[in-house]
């Protein structure tokens, strides 16, 4: 065309940037030269270049190329041209740039052009402007069904369905028949309503109106029959299409998720021939729903060897599963894959990560992803809020409240949990009372029934068990058993026989089969010398056929999961008592008398094996017991010398124990509370949930003589203990030590 000179012809050189604009071979760089290079282009060049442009990747280009046409003067804009305007200010949802554009049209004439009208409306709808895309639809009788279809959609993409219906009834009494794209929007009204009925009458509507079942349309009833109960309606219509894409699968697989058929959403899912990210992602996140972590986990390793490269959903999936696993170690590595496959750290996925390092232990990098996150909303200040009231920050927990607040978010009923929790872990009494009056004083927010069982929790550990069963009576709602049980812990630690004693009948009443409330009434009447009530209620429980609940521990080794019943720890003590020997014996020095578990100071575990223990019951052995499964070369170089052991088997000599001082400082800078364990014979229990930072801490004699003593011994300075998110729970001693060293984190 160049060496013949018909470049230079108008309408040819139109014709090739057309074929570079649009066309599946074309391209888009060279379309822009050819465009810049011709002479005077006319007005059909512009508008295919800012169309190709518009459904590209870049379609602020299209903007770009409008202002160039205007600055040019070689041709006057007409009403195909701002179509493709409209549309590309609704794939970037720049209301902004749209009303410019709007402004142009009325000044040029081309408002009731029905191309530029139906433009205006998508324009206004794809940027939430709903409002203005009404009186726009209103004052303009030229509405074709496009118009229709446009609003219509636009009210369901907002979760407006009800609109989205009436809008329905307008259109057929203004008689305008609805083809496909209307009933896709009808059906997803009916689903996000969860209206049944009116989602089979529309399904009839579909034959009655001869429409054909394409795939777009099957794809919707599935979804609407599976969000509206009813599976086996969702099946049919997707084992009665010919053909199936993706996103008939995945809906299939999400449909059985939420019913928690995972075993029939597997075998779909394995049924596929061809899976992108999405079909992964929907099966990740049923099991994660389900709270199938480890499959999940699983799922993302078959995946990776599939050659499929997670997104950020993926992630987010299996970040949560981590959490709920208490998983670090496959944390830690999808926070790896996050930075080396570069993927952006949105809010969502920042979150994520926060909430998951705050649950497996790690509070310092929760902290430190928080700091480095861009954009933070109220979710991610909800988790570092949450996490630093679990790990017994409280104070610090109550400063990033009042940043957050001073950023200009909202607090929600969840924040208000981890602040009340924060104020519970440390004792704050008058700031708890404080906060949940400020939920419906402030914020508005009407108080759940774990708000208040969180202020009863609060009041009772702080002894003022009356109010505490004041606040029960106030309560606007009948209390449950998280309420009560939280009267009732209270009670039980100050002493107070007569309130636990209703306390434990409420709970009852509630719960008449649950084991823990037996035996945590037998241990009330036991520590208050009441040894005949401990004994009937003994009776009771074997009279009501009631089996105490077995507990369970899992432990994490080298990023392996492993979970153990107590039954199964009972029979292998025995092991656990040669694992002993076996250690003594490979040790170059005496490495433990006895074990129950031990913790490590943060920061001092970075060295390879990692052992991460999660403890829901005191069950002695269970470390050991589990580790006997690894080589004995490996434990050799984990348990170095200067180890703190405390276990059922240990005796302290009357020659060993040093004359104690009236008070012991604990000098570590974090908060922790210490227990205790029960197993550990003539040692008194005693307890430092609400002890201030580095006060100075009055124990009883035998206690302060254990603690001198384990400090002679094993050569130690100072003792800590990791917040264990339960007082409930018995816990252990630290100690300093060097060397690498398992972490143990207490539920």
Same mark, same amino acid.
């Given at each position: 065309?160049?060496?013949?000179?018909?470049?230079?012809?108008?309408?040819?050189?139109?014709?090739?940037?057309?074929?570079?604009?649009?066309?599946?071979?074309?391209?888009?760089?060279?379309?822009?030269?050819?465009?810049?290079?011709?002479?005077?282009?006319?007005?059909?060049?512009?508008?295919?270049?800012?169309?190709?442009?518009?459904?590209?990747?870049?379609?602020?280009?299209?903007?770009?190329?409008?202002?160039?046409?205007?600055?040019?003067?070689?041709?006057?804009?007409?009403?195909?041209?701002?179509?493709?305007?409209?549309?590309?200010?609704?794939?970037?949802?720049?209301?902004?740039?749209?009303?410019?554009?709007?402004?142009?049209?009325?000044?040029?004439?081309?408002?009731?052009?029905?191309?530029?009208?139906?433009?205006?409306?998508?324009?206004?709808?794809?940027?939430?402007?709903?409002?203005?895309?009404?009186?726009?639809?209103?004052?303009?009788?030229?509405?074709?069904?496009?118009?229709?279809?446009?609003?219509?959609?636009?009210?369901?993409?907002?979760?407006?369905?009800?609109?989205?219906?009436?809008?329905?009834?307008?259109?057929?009494?203004?008689?305008?028949?609805?083809?496909?794209?209307?009933?896709?929007?009808?059906?997803?009204?009916?689903?996000?309503?969860?209206?049944?009925?009116?989602?089979?009458?529309?399904?009839?509507?579909?034959?009655?109106?001869? %429409?054909?079942?394409?795939?777009? $349309?099957?794809? !919707? *009833?599935? /979804? &609407?029959?599976? #969000? +509206? @109960?009813?599976?086996?309606? =969702?099946?049919?219509?997707?084992?009665?299409?010919?053909?199936?894409?993706?996103?008939?699968?995945?809906?299939?697989?999400?449909?059985?998720?939420?019913?928690?058929?995972?075993?029939?959403?597997?075998?779909?899912?394995?049924?596929?021939?061809?899976?992108?990210?999405?079909?992964?992602?929907?099966?990740?996140?049923?099991?994660?729903?389900?709270?199938?972590?480890?499959?999940?986990?699983?799922?993302?390793?078959?995946?990776?060897?599939?050659?499929?490269?997670?997104?950020?959903?993926?992630?987010?999936?299996?970040?949560?599963?981590?959490?709920?696993?208490?998983?670090?170690?496959?944390?830690?590595?999808?926070?790896?894959?996050?930075?080396?496959?570069? %993927?952006?750290?949105?809010?969502? $996925?920042?979150? !994520? *990560?926060? /909430? &998951?390092?705050? #649950? +497996? @232990?790690?509070?310092?990098? =929760?902290?430190?992803?928080?700091?480095?996150?861009?954009?933070?909303?109220?979710?991610?200040?909800?988790?570092?809020?949450?996490?630093?009231?679990?790990?017994?920050?409280?104070?610090?927990?109550?400063?990033?409240?009042?940043?957050?607040?001073?950023?200009?978010?909202?607090?929600?009923?969840?924040?208000?949990?981890?602040?009340?929790?924060?104020?519970?872990?440390?004792?704050?009494?008058?700031?708890?009372?404080?906060?949940?009056?400020?939920?419906?004083?402030?914020?508005?927010?009407?108080?759940?029934?774990?708000?208040?069982?969180?202020?009863?929790?609060?009041?009772?550990?702080?002894?003022?068990?009356?109010?505490?069963?004041?606040?029960?009576?106030?309560?606007?709602?009948?209390?449950?058993?998280?309420?009560?049980?939280?009267?009732?812990?209270?009670?039980?630690?100050?002493?107070?026989?007569?309130?636990?004693?209703?306390?434990?009948?409420?709970?009852?009443?509630?719960?008449?089969?649950?084991?823990?409330?037996?035996?945590?009434?037998?241990?009330?009447?036991?520590?208050?010398?009441?040894?005949?009530?401990?004994?009937?209620?003994?009776?009771?429980?074997?009279?009501?056929?009631?089996?105490?609940?077995?507990?369970?521990?899992?432990?994490?080794?080298?990023?392996?999961?492993?979970?153990?019943?107590?039954?199964?720890?009972?029979?292998?003590?025995?092991?656990?008592?040669?694992?002993?020997?076996?250690?003594?014996?490979?040790?170059?020095?005496?490495?433990?008398?006895?074990?129950?578990?031990?913790?490590?100071?943060?920061?001092?575990?970075?060295?390879?094996?990692?052992?991460?223990?999660?403890?829901?019951?005191?069950?002695?052995?269970?470390?050991?017991?589990?580790?006997?499964?690894?080589?004995?070369?490996?434990?050799?170089?984990?348990?170095?010398?200067?180890?703190?052991?405390?276990?059922?088997?240990?005796?302290?000599?009357?020659?060993?124990?040093?004359?104690?001082?009236?008070?012991?400082?604990?000098?570590?800078?974090?908060?922790?509370?210490?227990?205790?364990?029960?197993?550990?014979?003539?040692?008194?229990?005693?307890?430092?949930?609400?002890?201030?930072?580095?006060?100075?801490?009055?124990?009883?004699?035998?206690?302060?003589?254990?603690?001198?003593?384990?400090?002679?011994?094993?050569?130690?300075?100072?003792?800590?203990?990791?917040?264990?998110?339960?007082?409930?729970?018995?816990?252990?001693?630290?100690?300093?030590?060097?060397?690498?060293?398992?972490?143990?984190?207490?539920?």
């Amino acid at each position: 065309m160049i060496t013949t000179g018909l470049f230079l012809d108008g309408f040819a050189s139109s014709r090739l940037i057309a074929f570079c604009a649009i066309s599946e071979a074309g391209d888009l760089s060279y379309c822009d030269r050819i465009l810049r290079v011709v002479q005077n282009p006319n007005v059909f060049s512009w508008n295919v270049a800012i169309r190709g442009y518009s459904e590209s990747l870049i379609p602020v280009k299209a903007m770009v190329l409008y202002r160039e046409m205007l600055v040019s003067g070689s041709c006057r804009p007409d009403n195909f041209t701002y179509p493709m305007l409209f549309k590309a200010c609704a794939r970037l949802c720049s209301c902004l740039m749209g009303y410019v554009v709007f402004g142009h049209v009325l000044k040029l004439g081309f408002e009731a052009d029905a191309f530029v009208h139906n433009g205006v409306v998508h324009m206004l709808v794809s940027c939430g402007r709903l409002e203005d895309a009404r009186r726009v639809f209103d004052k303009n009788s030229m509405r074709d069904l496009v118009t229709w279809n446009s609003l219509i959609n636009g009210y369901v993409h907002c979760g407006k369905a009800c609109e989205a219906l009436k809008l329905f009834e307008e259109m057929k009494v203004n008689g305008v028949k609805p083809d496909e794209v209307t009933m896709i929007g009808m059906v997803a009204s009916c689903a996000q309503l969860k209206d049944l009925d009116r989602g089979v009458e529309f399904h009839q509507l579909i034959g009655e109106y001869g %429409l054909e079942f394409t795939i777009p $349309l099957c794809n !919707a *009833l599935m /979804d &609407m029959y599976g #969000k +509206c @109960g009813d599976i086996d309606a =969702a099946r049919v219509i997707f084992d009665s299409m010919r053909k199936k894409t993706s996103v008939s699968w995945t809906t299939m697989v999400v449909g059985y998720a939420k019913f928690d058929m995972l075993d029939e959403a597997r075998k779909l899912f394995d049924e596929m021939d061809k899976k992108d990210v999405v079909p992964w992602n929907a099966m990740i996140g049923a099991y994660v729903q389900a709270m199938h972590g480890k499959e999940a986990l699983i799922l993302l390793n078959e995946m990776l060897g599939a050659n499929i490269m997670p997104d950020k959903v993926t992630m987010v999936h299996c970040l949560t599963a981590c959490s709920r696993l208490g998983a670090l170690d496959a944390g830690i590595w999808i926070h790896g894959y996050i930075k080396n496959k570069m %993927l952006p750290l949105n809010v969502s $996925l920042g979150t !994520a *990560l926060v /909430d &998951m390092y705050a #649950k +497996c @232990g790690n509070i310092e990098k =929760a902290l430190k992803v928080f700091q480095e996150l861009p954009v933070k909303n109220s979710l991610t200040w909800t988790s570092i809020i949450g996490g630093l009231a679990f790990h017994g920050f409280a104070n610090d927990a109550l400063s990033h409240f009042d940043k957050m607040v001073e950023s200009g978010l909202k607090p929600d009923e969840v924040t208000f949990l981890g602040v009340l929790a924060a104020c519970c872990h440390g004792g704050l009494v008058n700031e708890g009372r404080n906060y949940f009056d400020q939920m419906t004083s402030t914020y508005n927010l009407t108080p759940k029934t774990k708000h208040y069982s969180s202020m009863v929790d609060l009041l009772g550990r702080a002894g003022k068990l009356e109010e505490a069963e004041a606040l029960i009576r106030s309560m606007p709602m009948e209390p449950g058993a998280i309420v009560w049980g939280a009267l009732f812990f209270a009670c039980r630690m100050h002493g107070n026989v007569k309130m636990g004693e209703k306390a434990a009948q409420k709970l009852l009443e509630l719960d008449p089969e649950d084991s823990g409330i037996y035996v945590m009434l037998a241990s009330m009447y036991g520590e208050a010398g009441m040894w005949d009530e401990a004994r009937k209620v003994r009776k009771m429980m074997k009279r009501r056929g009631v089996d105490k609940t077995l507990g369970c521990s899992s432990i994490e080794i080298n990023g392996i999961r492993s979970v153990l019943p107590a039954q199964r720890l009972e029979k292998e003590k025995a092991a656990a008592k040669l694992a002993i020997t076996q250690v003594r014996e490979t040790s170059e020095e005496k490495a433990m008398t006895s074990w129950d578990f031990c913790f490590a100071k943060p920061g001092e575990c970075s060295a390879a094996p990692t052992h991460l223990v999660r403890q829901t019951r005191g069950v002695e052995g269970f470390g050991l017991v589990a580790l006997k499964r690894l080589d004995w070369k490996h434990m050799n170089y984990v348990y170095q010398p200067k180890i703190l052991t405390v276990g059922d088997g240990e005796q302290l000599a009357a020659e060993e124990v040093q004359q104690s001082t009236d008070t012991f400082v604990f000098p570590d800078p974090l908060f922790f509370f210490l227990i205790f364990s029960n197993s550990v014979k003539g040692v008194r229990n005693f307890n430092l949930q609400d002890h201030p930072i580095g006060s100075p801490l009055t124990l009883s004699t035998s206690s302060k003589q254990y603690v001198h003593h384990l400090q002679k011994k094993y050569l130690l300075s100072s003792f800590y203990l990791r917040p264990t998110g339960s007082h409930r729970t018995s816990a252990v001693c630290v100690a300093a030590h060097s060397g690498p060293f398992p972490r143990l984190v207490v539920d």
